[in-house]
């Protein structure tokens, strides 16, 4: 009998694997605390939190039976997650107590940090307010209250859901507007409380509030309640928050860097692009920077020609019916531009009429439509398979005055857009070669911190569910085969087509997403196009849309932060300054300048009534990568002096020496050779 009821006991227990292939027993209602605690002590103190059959869970949360386990510390990254998360709820808490009368909305986990929308009836929350929403808490993590979850069946008669509407005045519409959206949906609700805090939240969270000692709040924004413009303007409160201090005080120096490197203040104090009120979110490039945004341009258009594509042009314009037919009109209305006819009153002309059109028509948002009816334009066949068109492309976007920033989010911008007309045979190949040819275009930049993810079909697409999963398919098979690693971004594809993202990081370790590679079988279908296939049928040919930037205008003002403005000399818009150390050498330092100008360089000569020391301070601030001081004697001796911005002093130079040395650093990707 004894050896039946120690059976039944271990027959009783809960089975658990870990990710080295091993196995655990536990006691039935187990949590992942417990697994840690099985395991060693020093496990149990650094368990963040727990990933059970790849979900991530609360510590505290029971295992079931025969479920892999990977308790997660803060080596872990989906570990700063959590913790993030956490310290949302409590910056949260610490609002409420410094600000009754604010009403609080989401505070979702974002890429470096988290933030939280409130809506605030009455009064303002800003940076000024940061240091006692901080020192509130540090004083409620000091109570290290653990975080409970409470699952709620019966929100009417539950204490916990009481206790998180009366949290913040018990008359929150945006908190019932969330929970009356989720019993919609037939899903549980579920909160997480710590100390008298109570939010409504799937979790997970850190043990206890203890963990949040190194938080910082960043900065404060405006938004709209679910992003609509029409509804109530909340306040954004960003923060970060990090395992240690020394995590914490980088990021934050980061974050210092980042300022003295925006784009918007380079730009003007670099004399390169403004912006006026006269045409909201459209950027205006100066000499220089228009100079700069054409060296891009064309760097891309060489590499273009040595890949066989085939450079076009569509109007700005066109019918809004092709939007229809396009699908952008039902996907992307709100986005775009559209034309109206206005004419004078035939009597009286200082009347202006507003006219419906019999054809009205609607600014390109996108290219695609216009390298379609190019296509269309005359008949196909395989032999001319892969078709690669391309176009500098300027398109109009409406972005909402909140989300407008610099050059990152404006309203009209230049895509180095094209779109491969192939067979289904040839995708596999045109996604290599484009998975190959964007490492090459952000390689050139010195962007070699490249990471790959596919996004799947959208909620607003078009297409059946057939030609979704044959499109994603295809990705999928291109990435596997080319030994790609790439993240699944689940709902992000574009409404025609699941695309390929290509992020990049730049020497602040920021991600940006630029390039896209997306697969289309529905438009080609929707415009007719056909192609006379070998075995001499008809058929609709597979439509890859492509952009290795994603914008020139965005990608420079990446390039600006990246460089702080200080370009390599490839694109740098002023390579050279020649500066006289007096009038009487006005001519040589001309001569000098013709001499770079012949060789290629974008040289230039400061002939202005200044000091020496001045203009090379001058030269300095405008960030030139190369000064060269002439006088007696280098005009006698038709040297030049050379300052290098980046190397210092290098001396007298011969000019044929100092073209050398440049013809190096001047191709794309070139640097400067060591100095001896």
Known sequence: MAVLARENEMSQKVSVRLPDGSQRELE???????????????????????????????????????????????????????????????????????FPRAELTIGPVVEDGFYYDIHMPEGKITPDDFPRIEAEMARIAGEAAPFVRCEVRDPDRDEVFARYRAIDGGHNKFKLELVDDIRRRGEGLSFYRHGDFVDLCRGPHVPHAGWLKHVKLTSVAGSYWRADASREQLVRVYGTAFFDKAALDEHLRLLEEARKRDHRV????????????????????????????????????????????????????????????SGHYENYLENMFFTKLKLRDEKDPSVVHEVEEERPLAVKPMNCPGHLLIYRSRPRSHNEFPLRFAEMGLVHRRELSGVRHGLFRVQAFTQDDAHHFC???????????????????????????????????????????????????????ALEHKGVAYALNPGDGAFYGPKIDFHIRDVLKRSWQCGTIQLDFSMPERFGLTYVGADGQRHTPVMIHRAGYGSIERFLGILIEHYAGRFPLWLAPAQVLVIPVSDRFNAYAEQVTRRLLDAGLRAEANLKDDRVAYKIREASLKKIPYALVVGEREAAAGTINVRSRDAGELGESAIDAFLARLAQENAPGGSAPASA
């Open 266 to 325: 380079l730009g003007a104090e670099l004399d390169l692009f403004s912006f006026h009120e006269e045409a909201p979110g459209f950027p205006f490039f100066h000499p220089k920077g228009a100079l700069l945004f054409q060296t891009l341009a064309d760097y891309m258009r060489g590499l273009l020609r040595r890949r066989g594509y085939q450079e076009v042009k569509a109007p700005l314009v066109l019918s809004e019916e092709l939007w229809h037919t």
């Open 28 to 98: 039935p209602g187990a949590s992942a605390a417990d697994l840690a605690a099985q395991i060693g002590p020093g496990l149990a103190r650094a368990a963040v939190a727990a990933e059970v059959n790849g979900q991530v869970v609360d510590l505290a949360r029971p295992i079931p039976d025969g479920a892999g386990v990977r308790l997660l510390t803060k080596k872990d990254p989906e570990a700063l997650e959590v913790l993030r998360h956490s310290a949302a709820h409590l910056m949260a808490d610490a609002i409420l107590r410094l």
């Open 423 to 477: 067979t289904p045979e040839q995708i596999e190949s045109e996604i290599g070669m484009l998975i190959d040819f964007f490492h090459e275009i952000y390689a050139a930049f010195g962007l070699d911190d490249v990471r790959v993810e596919l996004s799947t079909r959208p909620a607003k697409s078009i297409g059946s569910d057939e030609i979704w999963e044959r499109a994603e398919g295809a990705l999928r098979k």
